[in-house]
Each structure stands twice: as C-alpha cells, then as structure tokens.
C-alpha cells in the first residue's frame, strides 16, 4: 500500500521559515518523479516544485529563490523547505509521485503565513 505523509505544516509571520517532510511508503521516492503542490481556497491545485528520479528540480516562478525541494533516499522522504514566506504561500500542500503509469498523492498539510 503506498503511503505519502506530509508534515510540517503551520502557522507563521511572514518572512518566516518552514520545513515540509513528505515520507513515503510502498514508493521509492528515488524511482518517482516527486512534487510538492499546493491549493488555496477557491483556486486549482498547482505545482510548487518538483525533483525528477535524475535530480533535476523545477520550481514556479512565485517561489523560484525562496523554496528548495530535497530528497533524502535513505530516509525515502522528500523535503520542501519554504523561506521568506508571504500570505500568498497559503494554501494546503500535497505531496505528489507519479512515473508515466502511477500516480499517488498524501492527504495535505496546511500552511498559513499571516502578514
């Protein structure tokens, strides 16, 4: 049974820091394509940033310089670690991996940056 769990989530001041974990069970993180994604209330769910099985990170243009995403294999967890935060950033993030067949997603951690 595949499991993605996020943790992490909260409430922060902007400017502040957080540190998204998403470990991961019946997948091998290394062997999927992984990404963080994010919903705010009313809008489409988008994609955040995304590591490929190569290494190859992706990030939108809105946190391109304040978000890195990671993955540590040993650990078969993902991280999303988010600097400088603004109100914007509000919105639920889900953990994603997908390969050209599969497709699976964690249930959401929510984080809400007050200004």
């Known amino acids: 049974q595949v499991q993605l769990v996020e943790s992490g989530g909260g409430l922060v001041q902007a400017g502040g820091s957080l540190r998204l974990s998403c470990a991961a069970s019946?997948?091998?993180?290394?062997?999927?394509?992984m990404g963080w994604y994010r919903q705010a209330p009313g809008k489409q769910r988008e994609l955040v940033a995304q590591?490929?099985?190569?290494?190859?990170?992706n990030y939108a243009a809105s946190v391109k310089g304040r978000f890195t995403i990671s993955r540590d294999n040993a650990k078969n967890t993902v991280y999303l670690q988010m600097n400088s935060l603004k109100p914007e950033d509000t919105a639920v993030y889900y953990c994603?991996?997908?390969?050209?067949?599969?497709?699976?997603w964690g249930q959401g951690t929510q984080v809400t940056v007050s200004s």
């Open positions: 994603n991996a997908h390969t050209f067949s599969r497709n699976y």
């Open positions: 590591i490929t099985r190569g290494g190859t990170t």
């Open positions: 019946g997948v091998i993180c290394s062997a999927y394509d």
